[in-house]
């Protein structure tokens, strides 16, 4: 019991720098978001456009709806579970100023972990909030009746916590391997798009050819995104969200240990330019 | 003249730390390549289901896509570094060097860097009008090639007056590269035919933030020849009011600037 409140009390400074910085750039933070979310707006028309051109209801099962829907809270999950203390850890590779890391007493990535937990904090609190309540309200205002249910949202809930973990470790392990390559910046762009697509922001993996689905299914990438997104709307069966809920859990142990391997072989490697 | 020799030995010296990073710059432009690629895919899976997108067929969607990129890549390739000067080159104290040196500030931050990234751009854009312009019958006349030369020149003013502008708030406030990067992503809607959009993004991307006409507008006058004094016009008179205003800001700035002190 002890341990794990020493365990809570070494990070909880960390947690409470990541909130202040978070309050600090608030205005950044707004300003970015806007400018992302307005891919989420060009997307909801380019479908209200293809709906339009189409008499069918559906398009490859989605109704106007279920699109809408699904475009903000993929935005929203996509946000909320993005990752990048893998970012400074490049960067202090770069400078150097991972040894001061290295000889403090607490764990590497655990500090990273809790500060941007801090910072998700007030991220979900300035921004979940309006972004379900918002789509909540759109399909209600199209449907007619409301169409929230607390059951498949709390599983989201679940899921959002496992994506947001498979993301960090994921991010660690992408991390690393800046001790080997040095310079982060253009495989940083390649990552991310790949991601993207792979994990179903840019198109729902039901739109792709069913065999390419399959595996992207399998893949850790649709734990990232696809997986609690589908929850959320209520398009998978008991069955389905236990077992995608499995996938999360092996996708998370998998990451977690190649991350600990990683570091590993890395402190032999590492090497402080200059200095 | 001056200038020119000067732009030549700074994208020589540039071209120098390229050769150094050349792996991470390669892989920059790979990585913008992916990124339109995979916005095509998408594309292709729509299409796929529909045979037109109100009205707009596949080769014309793309043709629009295809010069979107036009106006954007050449910004992007030439005023790349105006973003350093909202996120970092201010707040560091860094512009000091600027003002020290006998040649006009804006110009220098400008030709400073030389983003070859773009290059990934300028490939997507040529691969998608060579696909789609064969396959349109496009009306052309001998003022077709004038005309789209100065598209090209003032669409990509409206990027850089833009950038200028939201970069130079950095001068009283310090840091602006996000007000920038909020600006900046509207560009995305002038991909797609204007008319997918409700009233009021229609209003915003003509005339505030006029991005529509670094595209759609433009696109449309070389697709069908109508309106040629909307679109090729309001291009011209967007990309001169906006730059205009640009330099007037970027100055005003200037004055205001005091340096961070350490």
């Known amino acids: 019991m002890s341990r794990v409140r020493r365990f809570f009390r070494t990070y909880k400074p960390f947690t409470r720098a990541g909130m202040q910085e978070m309050i600090a750039y608030r205005a950044n933070f707004i300003c970015f978001l806007i400018g992302e979310i307005m891919s989420a707006f060009i997307m909801y028309f380019v479908w209200k456009a293809v709906f339009l051109s189409t008499d069918r209801e559906t398009f490859m099962g989605f109704t106007m709806e279920d699109m809408a829907v699904y475009l903000f809270i993929s935005f929203l999950t996509g946000y909320l579970t993005y990752s990048d203390g893998a970012f400074s850890v490049g960067e202090e590779i770069i400078d150097g100023s991972i040894a001061m890391r290295m000889i403090k007493p607490c764990s590497f990535e655990m500090c990273f972990l809790f500060q941007e937990l801090g910072s998700r904090i007030i991220s979900v609190a300035m921004i979940f909030v309006p972004m379900v309540a918002g789509v909540e309200i759109y399909r209600c205002a199209v449907s007619g009746f409301v169409r929230f249910q607390i059951g498949a949202f709390l599983l989201y809930i679940v899921s959002l916590l496992l994506a947001y973990m498979i993301s960090f470790y994921f991010n660690v392990c992408y991390g690393f391997m800046a001790f080997f390559f040095k310079n982060l910046w253009g495989t940083t762009l390649i990552k991310e798009t790949v991601v993207n697509f792979l994990s179903g922001a840019i198109i729902p993996l039901a739109f792709l050819p069913s065999g390419l689905a399959a595996v992207l299914n399998i893949l850790p990438f649709a734990s990232l995104s696809y997986t609690p997104v589908m929850i959320y709307m209520g398009m998978y069966s008991t069955s389905q969200i236990l077992w995608s809920f499995g996938l999360q859990l092996f996708w998370l142990v998998v990451m977690f240990g190649i991350s600990k391997l990683i570091w590993r072989g890395a402190v032999k490697h590492l090497s402080i330019q200059g200095g | ?262």
């Open chain 2, 1 to 262: 003249m001056r200038y020119f020799r000067l732009h030549r030995i700074f994208i020589a010296q540039y071209l120098k730390k390229l050769m150094e990073y050349k792996v991470d710059f390669l892989l920059g432009a790979i990585g913008m390549i992916i990124t339109q690629a995979l916005q095509l895919l998408f594309l292709g899976i729509i299409f796929s289901q529909i045979p037109a997108l109100i009205g707009w067929s596949f080769e014309e969607i793309l043709f629009i896509y295809g010069f979107s990129l036009i106006a954007k890549s050449l910004d992007h390739l030439f005023t790349d570094n105006l973003w350093m000067v909202g996120y970092r080159i201010v707040r560091k104290g860094e512009f000091d060097k600027y003002l020290t040196r006998p040649i006009n500030t804006l110009y220098h931050v400008i030709a400073e860097n030389f983003c070859v990234d773009a290059f990934g751009e300028i490939l997507t854009c040529l691969l998608l009008l060579g696909y789609s312009i064969p396959k349109l019958s496009l009306p052309f006349h001998w003022y077709t090639t004038p005309l789209l030369l100065i598209v090209v020149v003032f669409a990509t003013l409206i990027y850089t007056s833009l950038k200028i502008m939201t970069s130079a708030i950095s001068f009283w406030t310090k840091a602006s590269g996000h007000i920038t990067h909020m600006l900046y992503m509207t560009n995305d809607f002038s991909k797609y035919p204007i008319s997918i959009y409700n009233k009021t993004v229609q209003t915003v991307i003509t005339y505030v933030i006029p991005f529509a006409f670094t595209a759609y507008y433009p696109a449309s006058y070389f697709l069908t020849g109508e309106n040629p004094l909307f679109c090729i016009g309001g291009t011209v008179i967007a990309g001169s009011v906006l730059f205009a205003l640009a330099l007037f800001v970027w100055n005003r700035g200037l004055a205001a600037y005091e340096s961070a002190g350490s």
